[in-house]
């Protein structure tokens, strides 16, 4: 029973480089989310997700890009890396509105 | 103003003891309330959801009260097991904004 799964689950990179953050879930949920979390921040929005094809902005979309071309993943790009952009992130899927959201493990990344 | 508040404690609490959170929203359109339980640098995990009549789920009690718009979550004869951050989730539709959480530290 997978649910929510991330890769990878740590990672280093240095500044400027770029990479891309997966997402996939086997609940056939419609929404998906990214968020990251700081230290005394919470959990902050990246950009989300209500359906295949689609993509929207959340709070903090900036450095950021998703595409979600399949409904069972959910990718998130980091075009060229910034040592702000340490962090803990976590992506989530929601079956429909109003209702929970399912987190994934999280990806530990370091920018140096 | 924040849109979802709540008190970072720590709450130190011994074994057995009744320890209660709050979590104040802001947008009185919100509709749905969650409890989430988070482990250190571990994924946040569904608690319970949050109903306007109230629910109550073994030793865990969640509330809604509308009018001074909060949610608040009580557990009864606390376990070591609880010690978590406790994050609170609102919204309506299509998105959930998060508080910051309350850390429990539950003690012999």
């Known amino acids: 029973n997978a649910g929510v799964t991330q890769t990878p689950k740590f990672r280093v990179l240095k500044t400027g480089q770029s990479m891309t953050l997966l997402c996939a879930q086997d609940?056939?949920?419609?929404?998906m989310y990214w968020y990251r979390q700081d230290p005394g921040m919470g959990l902050r929005l990246i950009h989300y997700?209500?359906?295949?094809?689609?993509?929207a902005k959340g709070e903090v979309p900036d450095g950021y890009n998703v595409s979600r071309l399949k409904k069972q993943n959910f990718l998130l790009g980091l075009e060229s890396a910034a040592p702000s952009q340490t962090s803990v992130y976590f992506c989530?899927?929601?079956?429909?509105?109003?209702?929970?959201?399912?987190f994934g493990d999280g990806t530990r990344l370091s920018i140096l | 103003r924040k849109e979802v508040e709540q008190d970072p404690g720590p709450f130190n609490v011994p074994e057995g003891a009744t320890v209660a959170f709050n979590c104040t929203y802001s947008n009185s359109a919100s509709q749905s309330f969650f409890w989430y339980r988070q482990d250190c640098r571990k994924e946040p995990k569904l608690l319970m959801s949050?109903?306007?009549s109230g629910n109550e789920d073994g030793r865990f009690t969640a509330q809604l009260n509308r009018a001074s718009q909060y949610i608040s979550l009580l557990i009864r004869d606390s376990k070591l097991s609880d010690s978590a951050t406790y994050l609170c989730g609102t919204g309506g539709g299509n998105k959930l904004t998060f508080g910051t959480g309350t850390q429990l530290k539950v003690e012999l």
């Open positions: 989530a899927s929601m079956d429909r509105g109003n209702q929970p959201q399912h």
């Open positions: 609940m056939n949920h419609e929404y």
């Open positions: 997700s209500v359906g295949e094809g689609t993509t």
């Open positions: 949050v109903y306007s």
